[in-house]
């Protein structure tokens, strides 16, 4: 799920200002701040991810946080 959010740069999961952001700080600061970006986004999301894998649900929710 990562990939396919980074392949789309987060174009369905961001608003656009912070599309935007994501984009400059990747340019400028090197390419280890996607992987600190996709980090910090997956701790975000920590507590809805062991919910929603504890009821079996958790690939629904995923593809969901896509289309936000």
Known sequence: MVLHWTKQCFWSVLDWPEI??????CILYGI???????VALLRHLQHDIIYQHSSRNLLPFLKVCLEI
Do not use: N, R, T
């Open 20 to 25: 935007v952001a994501y984009i400059c700080v």
């Open 32 to 38: 280890d701040y996607q992987v600190y970006f996709c």
